[in-house]
């Protein structure tokens, strides 16, 4: 009979060697690059088209997101049904995302597809018409769609605090209102189009079981377009000057939606790696401070957690949870017991090696599959940063020290540098 | 192909496993043939709380998420209204820490009292941030009751109401974990960088002593046919106007399942989806439609949902529908629909099989369904079905005396 008491021996994961898969970079006759990792068992593939046409490049509000939304509903020679009809006939995902800085196209199929899908997709870059219904349809849905999100504390909290931090007119702090959806007209979209899309500038990141010859697939059919390059402007944040908030936005609600954040630099700042193993012990995972007073403890909530905002440029560190109404302030007020406990004691050396293993054995899981991976190397590349990045984090888990973080906690876990929200 | 080696302990616990050595981790999944159909009408809700309580601590085992974490690990679980599972990731040096945690709480719970007092809060929290917060957040809750008056569907996984799990007692804890959590209700999968022959020593070192338990026979009372169309009409305070419809379907074992599977496929489930196409964007009566089914064990509901666009009335909406649904039953749907929807099947089968865990969650999910070897043959069944079976189901499915519907409809 084993004994039951006594935990089997582990190997620390703190020791392994992680090695980030290489990514193989070509370019297109045109100079567009490429990166693609060749991986997995099954016979599938992901290609993903990243141009910089995020809200970044936008003029008026929304006209990033729907140039971008209607990328798939038509083109001079198919309807929107034709398109989806093609590519759900083979059985693949055709999606497109808009973001802040960059917008995607990503194409998920078979590998046995693949030329029969390439070719639209590359009528999707060059040949959309955004016709006008579509957009009457998209709007009209669109805004029908955040009249019920609106209902939602959460949704309203999301979109309140990024206001308050980066300012309304930042690409990072704008959200969409009803009249911004009027306001879109199709030759602002189409003139959006021209420019970031059909003569934007891509990168392509491609994964999965990769066939032979699938370069010479792509030259062929994105290696002769007439791709430019995007000017990323500077955009100044506007902070407002308040910090607190409470907010009403359903008189019978049951629960508040709390949100507690500061701005915070961004990958090249030297802070942000160690602060991502400061992050984990404050509320980065299941076994968090965070989540182990508040919810495991208390039980004010059913999850509560901390992150940093995936931003490319200055971004912000964040608190945020669901928790029932008549327990909001305590939970605020436990938030902040938790930083300053992280200022005055430093972490005990055995919580600090479970995070360690526990961030070490995330990351290796997290590089499982090609999928994964390709992801790891798109957040790279967008970031401006090289492998040495993921070597470097990897070290700082290893290596950080009790004392450095604690140093961080005094440096950034202040309470008076955050803005503190409540959306009931 | 999913290759998989299957063998079943003395104590009745069945144990898979599945080679892949192109990852450094290894999943180990345990799925408990118990969900929230098995649960007392007075005492909804339970299956769920429970697996919260498995990890309040163990007999042995004060604290069950560190020593995972302190080993790389990662878990999390899930309740459905037929199953509960466990799954944990880890690297593959660190398997038996996941056999030494999962083994200990099937031996038994600490069975404590904090646990149980602050997991119901947190529980009451989740229905609250999920049912009673969100608009038309508790139109499932109504639909059930709607569409099951005896099979015990007719409540949600989170419970019937608040008061079932905040009336839980320590008591009923404990019975429910001996009745349900023993190694003759359970399915194992360890997936991953590992050998059959490390998991056969390390399944019999730490469960093998694990009592047996009773095989839980499940006598359910099964939903007799409905005779006549139900309706019901809710007001309530949100923007706009929705239609909700669902129909009695077979069991997922019955191989009618796979028919209607792909019959929501061709309703919806893309932009080229007949309901999307018809409703959404030609005649713009909803602002979104979904056609969906439950995928539940016993038999389940097809589902039609969609919000309305303003103005729109509720009648000329349902009318739409109902044309569609006519469409289905009398005009045999062509050839490259019907691949279409199966080319669809089968490309997601692909892309889920590229996860380990899913491969390990699927194949408990199977095994608990009667066989794991059935995950192979699932392509084949969709394969099979035929222009003819899509007619004839959808003359099945669709019948007004077999359908429910909620009219959701906005105060303002």
């Given at each position: 009979?084993?004994?039951?008491?006594?935990?089997?021996?582990?190997?620390?994961?703190?020791?392994?060697?992680?090695?980030?898969?290489?990514?193989?970079?070509?370019?297109?006759?045109?100079?567009?690059?490429v990166y693609a990792v060749n991986a997995g068992a099954e016979e599938v593939?992901?290609?993903?088209?990243?141009?910089?046409?995020?809200?970044?490049?936008?003029?008026?509000?929304?006209?990033?997101?729907?140039?971008?939304?209607?990328?798939?509903?038509?083109?001079?020679?198919?309807?929107?049904?034709?398109?989806?009809?093609?590519?759900?006939?083979?059985?693949?995902?055709?999606?497109?995302?808009?973001?802040?800085?960059?917008?995607?196209?990503?194409?998920?199929?078979?590998?046995?597809?693949?030329?029969?899908?390439?070719?639209?997709?590359?009528?999707?870059?060059?040949?959309?018409?955004?016709?006008?219904?579509?957009?009457?349809?998209?709007?009209?849905?669109?805004?029908?769609?955040?009249?019920?999100?609106?209902?939602?504390?959460?949704?309203?909290?999301?979109?309140?605090?990024?206001?308050?931090?980066?300012?309304?007119?930042?690409?990072?702090?704008?959200?969409?209102?009803?009249?911004?959806?009027?306001?879109?007209?199709?030759?602002?979209?189409?003139?959006?189009?021209?420019?970031?899309?059909?003569?934007?500038?891509?990168?392509?990141?491609?994964?999965?079981?990769?066939?032979?010859?699938?370069?010479?697939?792509?030259?062929?059919?994105?290696?002769?377009?007439?791709?430019?390059?995007?000017?990323?402007?500077?955009?100044?944040?506007?902070?407002?000057?308040?910090?607190?908030?409470?907010?009403?936005?359903?008189?019978?609600?049951?629960?508040?939606?709390?949100?507690?954040?500061?701005?915070?630099?961004?990958?090249?700042?030297?802070?942000?790696?160690?602060?991502?193993?400061?992050?984990?012990?404050?509320?980065?995972?299941?076994?968090?401070?965070?989540?182990?007073?508040?919810?495991?403890?208390?039980?004010?909530?059913?999850?509560?957690?901390?992150?940093?905002?995936?931003?490319?440029?200055?971004?912000?560190?964040?608190?945020?949870?669901?928790?029932?109404?008549?327990?909001?302030?305590?939970?605020?007020?436990?938030?902040?017991?938790?930083?300053?406990?992280?200022?005055?004691?430093?972490?005990?050396?055995?919580?600090?090696?479970?995070?360690?293993?526990?961030?070490?054995?995330?990351?290796?899981?997290?590089?499982?599959?090609?999928?994964?991976?390709?992801?790891?190397?798109?957040?790279?590349?967008?970031?401006?940063?090289?492998?040495?990045?993921?070597?470097?984090?990897?070290?700082?888990?290893?290596?950080?020290?009790?004392?450095?973080?604690?140093?961080?906690?005094?440096?950034?876990?202040?309470?008076?540098?955050?803005?503190?929200?409540?959306?009931? | 192909?999913?290759?998989?080696?299957?063998?079943?302990?003395?104590?009745?616990?069945?144990?898979?496993?599945?080679?892949?050595?192109?990852?450094?981790?290894?999943?180990?999944?345990?799925?408990?043939?118990?969900?929230?159909?098995?649960?007392?009408?007075?005492?909804?809700?339970?299956?769920?709380?429970?697996?919260?309580?498995?990890?309040?601590?163990?007999?042995?085992?004060?604290?069950?998420?560190?020593?995972?974490?302190?080993?790389?690990?990662?878990?999390?679980?899930?309740?459905?209204?037929?199953?509960?599972?466990?799954?944990?990731?880890?690297?593959?040096?660190?398997?038996?820490?996941?056999?030494?945690?999962?083994?200990?709480?099937?031996?038994?719970?600490?069975?404590?009292?904090?646990?149980?007092?602050?997991?119901?809060?947190?529980?009451?929290?989740?229905?609250?941030?999920?049912?009673?917060?969100?608009?038309?957040?508790?139109?499932?809750?109504?639909?059930?009751?709607?569409?099951?008056?005896?099979?015990?569907?007719?409540?949600?996984?989170?419970?019937?109401?608040?008061?079932?799990?905040?009336?839980?007692?320590?008591?009923?804890?404990?019975?429910?974990?001996?009745?349900?959590?023993?190694?003759?209700?359970?399915?194992?999968?360890?997936?991953?960088?590992?050998?059959?022959?490390?998991?056969?020593?390390?399944?019999?070192?730490?469960?093998?002593?694990?009592?047996?338990?009773?095989?839980?026979?499940?006598?359910?009372?099964?939903?007799?046919?409905?005779?006549?169309?139900?309706?019901?009409?809710?007001?309530?305070?949100?923007?706009?106007?929705?239609?909700?419809?669902?129909?009695?379907?077979?069991?997922?074992?019955?191989?009618?399942?796979?028919?209607?599977?792909?019959?929501?496929?061709?309703?919806?489930?893309?932009?080229?989806?007949?309901?999307?196409?018809?409703?959404?964007?030609?005649?713009?009566?909803?602002?979104?439609?979904?056609?969906?089914?439950?995928?539940s064990t016993d038999a389940g509901l097809v589902v039609v949902e969609g919000?309305?666009?303003?103005?729109?009335?509720?009648?000329?909406?349902?009318?739409?529908?109902?044309?569609?649904?006519?469409?289905?039953?009398?005009?045999?749907?062509?050839?490259?629909?019907?691949?279409?929807?199966?080319?669809?099947?089968?490309?997601?089968?692909?892309?889920?099989?590229?996860?380990?865990?899913?491969?390990?969650?699927?194949?408990?999910?199977?095994?608990?369904?009667?066989?794991?070897?059935?995950?192979?043959?699932?392509?084949?069944?969709?394969?099979?079905?035929?222009?003819?079976?899509?007619?004839?189901?959808?003359?099945?499915?669709?019948?007004?005396?077999?359908?429910?519907?909620?009219?959701?409809?906005?105060?303002?």
């Open positions: 009979m084993p004994d039951r008491k006594q935990a089997p021996p582990i190997v620390d994961a703190v020791n392994f060697e992680l090695k980030l898969k290489q990514a193989e970079k070509f370019s297109l006759d045109n100079g567009v690059e593939l992901s290609v993903e088209w990243v141009f910089y046409a995020g809200n970044w490049f936008e003029d008026q509000n929304l006209v990033a997101a729907t140039a971008n939304f209607l990328l798939r509903n038509g083109t001079s020679s198919k309807t929107a049904f034709q398109i989806n009809e093609h590519f759900e006939y083979y059985g693949s995902y055709l999606n497109r995302a808009c973001y802040n800085e960059t917008a995607t196209i990503t194409l998920h199929c078979l590998n046995k597809h693949i030329k029969e899908l390439l070719p639209v997709v590359r009528e999707l870059i060059t040949e959309s018409v955004l016709p006008q219904q579509e957009l009457d349809i998209y709007r009209q849905n669109m805004k029908q769609r955040l009249k019920v999100n609106l209902k939602k504390s959460d949704f309203v909290a999301g979109r309140m605090i990024d206001a308050f931090l980066f300012g309304e007119n930042h690409p990072y702090g704008k959200f969409s209102r009803l009249e911004d959806f009027d306001a879109l007209n199709r030759d602002q979209l189409l003139q959006f189009y021209n420019e970031f899309y059909r003569n934007g500038k891509p990168i392509l990141f491609v994964a999965g079981k990769i066939p032979a010859g699938l370069d010479v697939v792509l030259n062929r059919y994105f290696g002769d377009l007439p791709f430019g390059n995007a000017e990323m402007k500077n955009m100044e944040q506007q902070p407002v000057d308040q910090k607190k908030h409470r907010i009403i936005n359903d008189e019978a609600g049951v629960q508040g939606s709390i949100r507690i954040a500061r701005h915070f630099p961004n990958r090249h700042h030297p802070d942000f790696i160690k602060v991502m193993v400061l992050n984990t012990v404050f509320g980065g995972f299941f076994g968090s401070r965070l989540m182990s007073n508040i919810r495991e403890d208390k039980g004010y909530t059913y999850g509560i957690q901390s992150f940093l905002q995936n931003h490319i440029h200055d971004t912000a560190w964040m608190v945020a949870t669901e928790a029932g109404k008549d327990v909001c302030e305590a939970t605020i007020e436990e938030v902040y017991k938790g930083m300053k406990l992280l200022r005055e004691e430093p972490v005990d050396e055995e919580e600090l090696l479970l995070v360690r293993n526990y961030m070490m054995g995330s990351i290796l899981g997290d590089l499982d599959g090609p999928f994964q991976i390709i992801a790891r190397w798109k957040n790279l590349v967008l970031n401006n940063l090289t492998e040495q990045y993921f070597y470097d984090t990897i070290s700082a888990v290893k290596t950080i020290t009790a004392e450095e973080l604690q140093l961080l906690a005094q440096k950034y876990l202040q309470p008076e540098a955050f803005y503190e929200l409540v959306v009931v | 192909m999913i290759q998989f080696e299957k063998f079943t302990l003395a104590n009745g616990l069945r144990v898979i496993v599945h080679q892949d050595l192109s990852t450094p981790m290894v999943v180990v999944n345990i799925m408990y043939d118990v969900g929230a159909r098995d649960e007392d009408p007075q005492k909804t809700g339970f299956a769920h709380l429970f697996e919260h309580l498995m990890f309040g601590g163990s007999v042995n085992i004060e604290n069950y998420d560190e020593p995972l974490q302190m080993a790389g690990g990662d878990n999390n679980a899930y309740t459905t209204n037929d199953l509960t599972n466990y799954y944990i990731q880890l690297p593959a040096e660190n398997l038996e820490t996941a056999f030494w945690l999962e083994s200990d709480r099937m031996l038994s719970l600490a069975f404590s009292k904090k646990s149980l007092d602050v997991q119901r809060k947190v529980v009451c929290e989740e229905f609250k941030e999920h049912y009673l917060t969100k608009p038309y957040g508790d139109v499932w809750h109504k639909m059930r009751e709607l569409a099951y008056k005896e099979h015990p569907y007719r409540w949600m996984t989170i419970g019937k109401e608040l008061s079932h799990i905040e009336n839980a007692q320590l008591q009923d804890v404990e019975n429910f974990f001996f009745k349900h959590y023993r190694p003759v209700n359970a399915a194992l999968v360890v997936a991953g960088n590992v050998t059959a022959d490390k998991v056969k020593a390390l399944a019999e070192k730490w469960f093998g002593d694990i009592p047996s338990g009773e095989k839980y026979k499940r006598n359910l009372p099964q939903e007799p046919e409905q005779t006549e169309e139900r309706r019901q009409v809710i007001k309530a305070g949100v923007p706009l106007d929705a239609l909700y419809k669902c129909w009695h379907m077979s069991n997922r074992l019955d191989s009618r399942y796979y028919i209607a599977d792909l019959l929501t496929d061709i309703l919806s489930g893309g932009g080229s989806s007949r309901l999307y196409q018809s409703l959404v964007k030609e005649k713009q009566l909803f602002s979104n439609i979904e056609c969906h089914h439950f995928g919000k309305l666009v303003k103005g729109v009335k509720m009648e000329d909406a349902e009318k739409a529908v109902d044309e569609e649904l006519e469409k289905m039953k009398n005009e045999p749907a062509s050839e490259a629909e019907l691949q279409k929807v199966k080319n669809k099947t089968e490309s997601m089968i692909a892309f889920e099989d590229m996860s380990v865990m899913s491969r390990a969650n699927s194949l408990a999910y199977y095994e608990i369904l009667g066989d794991a070897s059935r995950m192979n043959f699932e392509l084949e069944q969709y394969a099979s079905v035929t222009i003819e079976d899509l007619l004839k189901e959808s003359r099945t499915i669709f019948r007004n005396s077999n359908c429910s519907t909620i009219h959701y409809l906005s105060e303002n």
